[in-house]
Every structure is written in structure tokens, then in C-alpha cells.
């Protein structure tokens, strides 16, 4: 499964400049071959701090420029990444190990949030509303919430930085963002996206810092009004923590454990398609994918059947080779996780359909699994797994559907599948999820609003909600002489 590449060697991108020449790097390591793809300096405290400086600076210039400039700007910066497409998601694959295909989707991906928040940005509108007397009028504003701090995963490493720099950049915010140390390299080739659109100097950095010196650094700062992060719940928990002090803004995309139900009058072909899609995707690294299916017992035989025939189709491998559906997992730790899920499964009776079998390809590549008699005390029913593992429960009504996909402190996304008009309505009311797929396995779109309840989250990605997490409202209460 080895390829030959040349390194990259890479920097961090701060206050428009590409530092970090002479520091310390470490490796960027192809999850596939265990190869070094390139390297990336570690980001210092300094440069966390310049970059502070600089975006507070660019700022000042950024939020007075016109929503149609800074829209000439984000379309300059999307026609770069769509230039470059092949090349980011070449290195994209590499460092994440998602099958090229998957990559190249991801880049689009990515590249459609910079096209969309262009063009919302100029519907960013206050308002005017009627005041009680004639000598008031009241006006609502809507302003920039001024330096902005990401931290974003490996998992999706271009477009969860372009869903949050995009509607920044276009509410009038300046940027900061940490990528993870598994997938820098991707990150730095968007920020020469946007340099080369010409971006001003300071409006978009990037430095992978250690997580807690940047996390601390930004967490003390006066001047960053807002951190935005996509991750683990545990994590998101300490930064909504820290962010109390400084009273930071901040948006929290976290975990997800997404229920998949196929009740009795689903058309079996999209289910089982809407479960593939879901299921799959980044082999299963995904916050949205489904975790845990629930089959309604009048259709189960056909759907488990054809579902099994669909998952054997599955090819496993290096995702730069041609027909490969299911990378890697990202390392040796995720794809523990993924071995204690199935292994946990089979020691509370769950019958292994597929897969299974940790030792059938090196780690940290795991097979498609499909499991059987899925109780509700098993680890992949009650925990995100993260992998290509499918367990499924059946069940019987509609309310017990419903009963088990709720039982969870997530709320991130939620599946469905029926053909009548009727129950899905009302399914899709009681499921508390913030992203519902009703006969449909990819949801993702840059104009919904993509976030989570619960335990899931706080705020909204993506659409009209995606800016506004970048405004502050204000009003004026004007007093007029009659
Ligand atoms: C995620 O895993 O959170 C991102 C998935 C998506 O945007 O579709």
C-alpha cells in the first residue's frame, strides 16, 4: 500500500507572514503507510500572540471595507481552492487517509461555504423597529464580534475551517485557526488560497500551536471576542469553561451518536443507500454518521439482507488507489476504540454478520462490520464509535423508535426512513436533533444550519445562522425632534 510522494514541509501563517523556518517540526504521518507525508514547525506562544496583534490590526481596515468587497475577496478565495483542488486533495488524503474521492468531495465541499458566505454576507440587515412615541426611533445593528479563534479536527480538515473562516471573514471578523497536528498541511494549503486571493495581511492566520498554549493564550486575550470549535465533547465542555472568564462568545460543535431508523414502509433501496452514505463516510469518522441502527421487525430480513450485500461491496485500502471506499482510521487510538466497540458488542451477544475481525487487514485499518442483535447496554449503542461498525437493534412501534433514538446526552444529527407523509412528519418533530435526514444519508449543505442539542453543541454552522454567530447585535434608540 506505499506510494511515493515528496514531503512537505510547510508553515504556520501569521500576521502575513510564513514563520517558523528554524523551529522545532514534527511529523504529518500518512495514517495509510505510516509514512511521513511532511512536516510543520509547533506553533509558539509568540505566534499566537502576533497573530493576535495582526488580526486585531487587519480588523480595524476589514470590518469599515463594504459587504461587496470583502465578497470580491471570498470569490477571489474561492477560485483558488477550486483551482487547486486536485492538489489539496491529494494532500488531504494523505494526512487524513479519506479515499481520494472522498477528498476531492471535501474540497468542493469547503470551497462551496467561501461561494455561499460571499454572497450572505451582503444580506447581513439590521432592522427598524417602531417605537412608541414620535419622538424615539429605534434601530437594530448588526456588527462584526471582532477576532476570531478556531480549533478545528482532522476528520474533515478543509471544511470545518471554511465553514468557520468564510461567514467570519464575510460578517467583518478577523481569523485565527489551530488545526489539528494529524492534518496541518491541508490547512496551510487553503491559507495560500487565501493569500494568494489576496487577503489583507492579518485577516486570516493559522498556527498549530500545542492545544493548551493556544487554548490558554487565546482564552486570556482581551481582544479575541469569540472562539468557535469543532471536536470532542470533553473538550468542549473545558474551553465553554475557560471562555467564562473573558465572557468569549463561542460555538461548540461536539459529539454526535446518531440514531438510523428504517421503519416498515421505507423504500429498502434508499434506506439501505441513505445508510451506506451516512454510515461510510471517512469510515465512519464523522460526527453526523449514523451509530446505531434501529429496523422496524416487518422489514428487517430485506433490509439486513440487502444491506449485507452492499457492505461486502465495501473495498478497504490506501485511499489514493482507485475503486477504495474505506481508508484507514486516523491512528492506533481510534482504532482501538473501534476494536473495544465490537469486542464489547460480541461479549453482550451480538451476532457478527461482516467483518469483525480486528487481525484481517494492519492497523489502523478496520473492516466494514455489520452486527446484529444490538443491545442497548452495548458500548456502540451508547457511545460514538467512530469506524465502519453498523449494530443494529430491531424494534417494533414507532414510539419505541423514538424512545431509544432520544436516550442519548447527544443531539447532533438523527436518520429516518419512511414513505409516509404522516408518521416522518411527526418523526422528525420528536427526534432532538439538531440535523434530521429524512430518506436521505447526507444532510450537509452550506446553507442549513448544521449544529447540535444537548450534549452536541451550542450555536449553528453553515446558512443565515452560520453568520450571525459572527454578529453582535446592537441597537440605537434615537431620540428625534418633531
Ligand atoms: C462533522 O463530522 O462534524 C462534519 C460532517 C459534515 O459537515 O457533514
Sequence with gaps: MKMQHSELNLLNYVDGEWVGENLE????????????????????????????????KALEHWKELSAEERANYLEKFYQRVIERQEEIARILTLENGKPLKEAKGEVLYAASFIKWYAEEGKRVYGRTIP????????????????????ITPWNFPAAMITRKLAPALAAGCTFIVKPPKETPLTAAKLLECAQE??????VVNMTVAPNELFSETIQESKDVRKLTFTGSTEVGKLLMKQSADEMKNISLELGGQAPLI??????????????????????????????????????????????????????????????????????????????????DAKEKGAEVVIGGDADRYEAPFYEPTLLLGAKDNMLCMTEETFGPVVPV???????????????????????????NMNRGTKIGEALDYGIIGWNHGAPSAPQAPFGGMKQ?????????????????TKYLSIGIKE
Excluded: W
Excluded at 197 to 202: D, L, N, V
Excluded at 318 to 328: A, M, Q
Design 456 to 472: 452536541s453543541g451550542l450555536g449553528r454552522e453553515g446558512g443565515a445562522e452560520g453568520i450571525e454567530a459572527f454578529l453582535e
Design 393 to 419: 437493534q430491531k424494534v417494533e412501534s414507532d414510539e419505541e423508535a423514538v424512545r431509544l433514538a432520544n436516550d442519548t446526552p447527544f443531539g447532533l444529527a438523527a436518520y429516518y426512513f419512511t414513505e
Design 131 to 150: 417605537s412608541k412615541g414620535p419622538g424615539q426611533r429605534i434601530q437594530v445593528l448588526k456588527q462584526p464580534v471582532g477576532v476570531v479563534a478556531a
Design 197 to 202: 486571493a489576496g487577503i489583507p495581511q492579518g
Design 262 to 343: 428504517v421503519f416498515d414502509d421505507a423504500d429498502v433501496d434508499t434506506a439501505v443507500e441513505g445508510t451506506i452514505a451516512s454510515k461510510f463516510r471517512n469510515a465512519g469518522q464523522t460526527c453526523i454518521c449514523a451509530n446505531r441502527l434501529y429496523v422496524q421487525s416487518g422489514i428487517y430480513d430485506e433490509f439486513v439482507s440487502k444491506l449485507k450485500d452492499k457492505i461486502k461491496e465495501l473495498k478497504v485500502g490506501n485511499g489514493l488507489e482507485e475503486g477504495v471506499d474505506i481508508g484507514p482510521l486516523i491512528n492506533q487510538k481510534g482504532y482501538d476504540k473501534v476494536v473495544s466497540h465490537v469486542k
Design 25 to 56: 517540526t514534527f511529523d504529518v504521518i500518512n495514517p495509510a503507510t505510516q509514512e511521513r507525508v511532511g512536516t510543520m514547525p509547533v506553533g509558539t506562544k509568540e505566534h499566537v500572540l502576533t497573530a493576535i496583534e495582526g488580526a486585531k
